[in-house]
């Protein structure tokens, strides 16, 4: 399961350092509350997107408002957004917001989202565990040059961070593809774990750490199988 990493390219620029590497086996962990920390995420594709899946873990205690995934554009700050409010999950694609009522729980979840622009259609998973489908923003194209960012919700074009909305606990295997990906496709993301998005690719991700935020290897629950860190089990 751990894997050496493939790649370690790093560029140092004017505002940070950008990493290139295979996270597999990692995690990001935003250990506060603030409104300067974050990863930027680099997708490999730049869009225009009509069809997307969007897949990650996260483990937090935050019983508030946070962001898990925030995508802005241009002119379009909530372009493609995954916000979690107590007992509700919000999905927001081209500033359009709808929501899910979930249950409000401390545990590892993993998380999968897709939309896909020729119905509006857009599946949430928790766990494996599906919600009754939502119509959001037909026709509707994801725009160009997208800004990623996770752990800060962006209202304006990478930046416009607010504490109160930031994410604090772990993150990983983020995986985005320009596709919905179909039944199939997603028990693999989530108990074979060999499905890499293409967009962006958690085992070659090229991110950007701002402020504080940790790479540690994951923690996975004690028990006898020894590839326990696939859930839902
Ligand atoms: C990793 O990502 C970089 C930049 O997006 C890309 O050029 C490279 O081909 C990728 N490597 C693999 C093994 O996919
Ligand atoms: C998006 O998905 C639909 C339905 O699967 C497909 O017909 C369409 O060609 C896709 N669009 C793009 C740009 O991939
Ligand atoms: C992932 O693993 C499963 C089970 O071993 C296999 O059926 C599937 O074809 C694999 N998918 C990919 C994309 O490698």
Redesign the pocket.
């Known amino acids: 399961m751990e894997k050496t990493l493939?790649?370690i390219l790093t560029l140092l620029t004017a505002s940070g350092i950008l990493t290139?590497k295979d996270m597999d086996g990692k995690v990001f962990l935003m250990p506060r509350e603030t409104s300067t920390s974050y990863v930027r995420l680099?997708p490999?594709r730049n869009g225009p997107i009509a069809n997307l899946t969007v897949c990650l873990k996260c483990h937090t205690e935050l019983a508030r408002t946070y962001s898990l995934f925030s995508l802005a554009t241009a002119n379009k700050y909530n372009d493609f957004l995954m916000f979690h409010y107590t007992n509700r999950f919000s999905i927001y694609v081209g500033n359009q917001q709808l929501f899910f009522n979930i249950p409000s729980t401390a545990e590892l979840r993993s998380i999968c989202v897709s939309w896909g622009s020729l119905s509006g259609e857009v599946v949430l998973w928790i766990n494996g565990n599906p919600y009754p489908r939502k119509i959001i923003m037909k026709g509707y194209r994801v725009n160009s040059n997208p800004i990623i960012i996770i752990g800060q919700e962006q209202d304006s074009y990478g930046g416009g961070f607010d504490a109160a909305q930031s994410f604090v606990g772990e993150i990983s295997d983020l995986h985005m593809w320009d596709r919905v990906l179909s039944s199939q496709d997603l028990m693999d993301v989530l108990y074979n774990s060999n499905m890499s998005g293409n967009v962006i690719?958690w085992q070659?991700l090229?991110y950007e750490t701002k402020g504080e935020v940790l790479v540690l290897p994951q923690l996975c629950k004690l028990n006898y199988k020894p590839d326990c860190c696939n859930i839902p089990t």
Do not use: S
Request: charged letters at 0%.
């Open positions: 493939v790649v290139q680099y490999m690719n070659n090229t």
